[in-house]
């Protein structure tokens, strides 16, 4: 059981893996990866690149100071630098492992050995997650609403061959044959009388958590929405340290000479962490590049290797600043010592 457990994870790996692959095939395919190394590595470039990983990691500190605001709704209180360390090794798990185990669930894990309230603080993890998302899609369509407002450079324009409706529908038929095959694994698992008795102990097993762990996180989130102005201070952190690092890349922008109002960035880029969120690549590897590609190539109107250019620049800068995290993973500094990890 256990082998043919571990068989399946290596097969997930190597799926991911290859899937990564192909996406960076087709977004190099085309293109002069040489001329790309050599506009992205100019040496002229290099203090541009410093700003560009400060204004990064300085987002992640922001990151932080978040997650322990809204930790501190439901009276879990866990230090800054403890915070930091939890979040650093997420963001190694999310940008550089293949694992299905993202950095959030690991976060999440992690942060109930640093106090006795164990769901509440893994909810905030997710509650961190769902206000970072919203504001990820909220900067989206406020900054497609505020592009015709511009001038001539910012008018947003779209090929013939994008089509929001075309676009809407493929997500909503992928959704739905989600939907059909985890229905479809259920049926299975319930009329196959070697799978029926692992089906019930799951359902069984979920129905008895259920009853442990629902009072306690309809009291956590009732803790949330009764504090507006803790929510609201979550918000402007999440603008704050999602605009640091797409300041950082317009910055790289705009010293290579590329013609894009930063509205483009604004949009372009939050649009790809969306992507990336998606597990069927290694952080996103390929796949986000290849979309950058499209959008900067068709809709900023620029080349679509300055496109890949900043898609390429943005996975460079997220793997330096995921260097600490590399770090904490190999010392086991993730884990509390003793109470000292704590207020």
Same mark, same amino acid.
């Given at each position: $059981?256990?082998?043919?457990?571990?068989?399946?994870?290596? @097969?997930?790996?190597?799926?991911? #893996? #290859?899937?990564?692959?192909?996406?960076?095939?087709?977004?190099?395919? +085309?293109?002069?990866?040489?001329?790309?190394?050599?506009?992205?590595?100019?040496?002229?470039?290099?203090?541009?690149?410093? %700003?560009?990983?400060?204004?990064?990691?300085? +987002?992640?500190?922001?990151? =932080?100071?978040?997650?322990?605001?809204?930790?501190?709704?439901?009276?879990?209180?866990?230090?800054?630098?403890?915070? #930091?360390?939890?979040? $650093?090794?997420?963001?190694?798990?999310?940008?550089?492992?293949?694992?299905?185990?993202?950095?959030?669930?690991?976060?999440?894990?992690?942060?109930?050995?640093?106090?006795?309230?164990?769901?509440?603080?893994?909810?905030?993890?997710?509650?961190?997650?769902?206000?970072?998302?919203?504001?990820?899609?909220? $900067? !989206?369509?406020?900054?497609?609403?505020?592009?015709?407002?511009?001038?001539?450079?910012?008018?947003?324009?779209?090929?013939?061959?994008?089509?929001? !409706?075309?676009?809407?529908?493929?997500?909503?038929?992928? +959704?739905? =044959?989600?939907?059909?095959?985890?229905?479809?694994? =259920?049926?299975?698992?319930?009329?196959?009388?070697?799978?029926?008795?692992?089906?019930?102990?799951?359902?069984?097993?979920?129905?008895?958590?259920?009853?442990?762990?629902?009072?306690? =996180?309809?009291?956590?989130?009732?803790?949330?929405?009764?504090?507006?102005? *803790?929510?609201?201070?979550?918000?402007? #952190?999440?603008?704050?340290?999602?605009?640091?690092?797409?300041?950082?890349?317009?910055? @790289?922008?705009?010293?290579?000479?590329?013609?894009?109002?930063?509205?483009?960035?604004?949009?372009?880029?939050? $649009?790809?962490?969306? @992507?990336?969120?998606?597990?069927?690549? !290694?952080?996103?590897?390929?796949?986000?590049?290849? +979309?950058?590609?499209?959008?900067?190539?068709?809709?900023?109107?620029? *080349?679509?290797?300055?496109?890949?250019?900043?898609?390429?620049?943005?996975?460079? %800068?997220?793997?330096?600043?995921? %260097?600490?995290?590399? @770090?904490?993973?190999?010392?086991?500094?993730?884990?509390?010592?003793?109470?000292?990890?704590?207020?």
């Amino acid at each position: $059981m256990a082998k043919a457990k571990k068989k399946s994870k290596h @097969i997930s790996y190597l799926v991911r #893996l #290859l899937i990564a692959a192909a996406a960076l095939y087709f977004a190099f395919k +085309g293109e002069s990866a040489k001329d790309i190394i050599r506009d992205f590595c100019n040496p002229n470039l290099f203090l541009t690149y410093v %700003i560009a990983i400060a204004l990064n990691f300085a +987002g992640q500190l922001v990151f =932080v100071l978040r997650w322990l605001i809204l930790l501190r709704v439901p009276s879990v209180h866990v230090n800054y630098w403890a915070a #930091l360390k939890l979040h $650093m090794l997420g963001l190694f798990y999310n940008n550089c492992l293949p694992g299905a185990v993202g950095g959030d669930a690991l976060r999440a894990w992690y942060v109930t050995k640093h106090t006795d309230k164990k769901i509440e603080a893994a909810l905030s993890v997710f509650i961190d997650r769902a206000v970072g998302m919203a504001c990820t899609i909220a $900067m !989206v369509f406020l900054t497609y609403w505020l592009l015709p407002k511009g001038g001539k450079e910012t008018q947003f324009t779209l090929g013939a061959e994008f089509n929001f !409706v075309s676009l809407a529908i493929k997500f909503l038929l992928a +959704g739905l =044959v989600l939907v059909v095959l985890a229905a479809a694994v =259920v049926v299975v698992m319930f009329y196959s009388r070697k799978l029926r008795p692992k089906l019930l102990t799951y359902l069984f097993i979920l129905s008895i958590k259920w009853k442990l762990w629902v009072a306690r =996180v309809l009291e956590a989130i009732r803790l949330y929405c009764t504090k507006p102005f *803790t929510l609201i201070l979550a918000i402007i #952190l999440s603008f704050t340290c999602q605009s640091l690092p797409i300041i950082g890349l317009y910055l @790289i922008g705009s010293k290579l000479g590329i013609q894009a109002n930063i509205r483009y960035y604004f949009m372009f880029f939050p $649009m790809s962490w969306i @992507i990336g969120i998606i597990p069927i690549s !290694v952080g996103g590897a390929g796949v986000m590049e290849l +979309g950058l590609k499209g959008l900067f190539g068709k809709v900023a109107q620029v *080349t679509t290797q300055q496109g890949l250019g900043l898609a390429l620049a943005q996975r460079i %800068i997220w793997l330096l600043t995921s %260097i600490p995290g590399v @770090i904490i993973h190999l010392t086991g500094k993730h884990l509390p010592k003793m109470e000292e990890e704590r207020f």
